[in-house]
């Protein structure tokens, strides 16, 4: 909500990719500046989504299908998570 004071792109030691940065930017912005005033097809011409088949997205496996035991499995979740600061995110 207050992404123009607190949002920021991690220092160098972690690797993101100037589309990744790109398309996250474009999403964290003010409403009327947001990607996807033209629906999908924004997302289906930005180079961070362009090896999407987007024609057979729903044959498609999951990039990544979590194993859990049952519904209440919080296993998959980072424990050291909380309440406090959270990455990508200053605090003052």
């Known amino acids: 909500m207050n ?3 607190r949002f920021y792109f991690p220092d160098d030691d972690i690797e993101i990719s100037s ?8 999403l964290i912005c ?7 005033q033209k629906g999908l097809a924004d997302f289906k011409a930005h180079p961070f989504l362009c090896s999407i088949d ?3 997205i729903r044959e498609q496996p999951a990039p990544f299908i979590p194993e859990i035991e049952n ?3 919080t296993s998959n979740f ?3 998570l909380d ?4 990455a ?3 605090t003052n």
Do not use: C, V
């Open 83 to 86: 309440d406090g600061p959270k």
């Open 19 to 26: 589309d990744a940065k790109d398309l996250i930017s474009r």
């Open 78 to 80: 980072d424990p050291d």
């Open 88 to 90: 990508g995110f200053q």
């Open 71 to 73: 519904e209440t499995d």
């Open 30 to 36: 003010d409403r009327q500046e947001r990607f996807g």
């Open 3 to 5: 992404h123009k004071d």
């Open 54 to 56: 987007w024609d057979n």
